[in-house]
């Protein structure tokens, strides 16, 4: 079985801060992506990865930056936590090739909220 | 551009009834079209997709046929549960061919009642 999982289910933390969000997966999938998850907007792309050390800017990647050093993790960082970053964060995998019909396999997602 | 636009929530069933949810996308190429479930504290799970005109998805008693006269790939079940309560995605592909990401709508909301 697939497994994705993120560090931390509930994390608070503090206007300002540096935030990491973990995301692991032991599938060897090449794939990787973030997500935001706010109520009334679905799903937002923030960032994906489709190799190790390689990054790609999703739909709203303003405040936010990635590292892929190896291939199993995936880090989403808040280089200074502001309150509108208040959000559902979702981590996912695929493999590589195979085009469109790859399914992307989500982790349980981490709820950061920042006062 | 892409996108997928969904009937908007939450929509509240009682168990047995049937179940619509309506989902029509805009694409640039041919794209291959998903449905994904979110149930109470957990991350998103693939329930069916489909990935070229005329084919069916169906997995748990849900079905969704790819029309693409119509662009659209609705959900349906003849006899909902208590279980299947949970938000509901449709997402797209727009470019099967190359590693391109998924497309979301925004999801619908579904509460089955005993």
């Known amino acids: 079985d697939v497994k994705v999982t993120q560090s931390s289910r509930y994390l608070v933390k503090r206007t300002g801060e540096k935030v990491f969000l973990e995301c692991v997966q032991d599938?060897?999938?090449?794939?990787m992506f973030w997500y935001r998850q706010d109520p009334g907007l679905g799903l937002r792309l923030i960032y994906f990865s489709y190799d190790v050390k390689m990054k790609e800017k999703g739909d709203i990647p303003e405040g936010y930056s990635v590292s892929r050093e190896k291939k199993e993790r995936f880090s989403l960082i808040l280089e200074s936590a502001s309150t509108n970053q208040t959000s559902m964060y979702l981590c996912?995998?695929?493999?590589?090739?195979?085009?469109?019909?790859?399914?992307?396999?989500f982790g349980p997602g981490t709820r950061l909220t920042v006062l | 551009g892409n996108s997928v636009t969904q009937m908007e929530g939450p929509v509240t069933l009682s168990e047995e009834a049937f179940l619509t949810i309506n989902c029509t996308y805009t694409a640039t190429g041919y794209p291959s079209l998903f449905w994904y479930v979110q149930y109470p504290g957990e991350g998103l799970q693939l329930l069916l997709k489909?990935?070229?005109?005329?084919d069916k998805g169906s997995n748990k008693g849900f079905e969704a046929t790819y029309r693409k006269e119509t662009t659209s790939f609705h959900l349906e079940k003849g006899s909902v549960q208590v279980s299947d309560s949970a938000v509901y995605f449709c997402?797209?592909?727009?470019?099967?061919?190359?590693?391109?990401?998924?497309?979301f709508g925004k999801g619908t909301r579904l509460s089955v009642i005993a």
């Open positions: 489909a990935t070229k005109a005329d």
């Open positions: 997402a797209l592909i727009p470019n099967p061919s190359g590693n391109t990401p998924l497309v």
């Open positions: 599938m060897d999938h090449e794939n």
């Open positions: 996912a995998s695929s493999p590589a090739g195979g085009g469109g019909t790859d399914t992307q396999y």
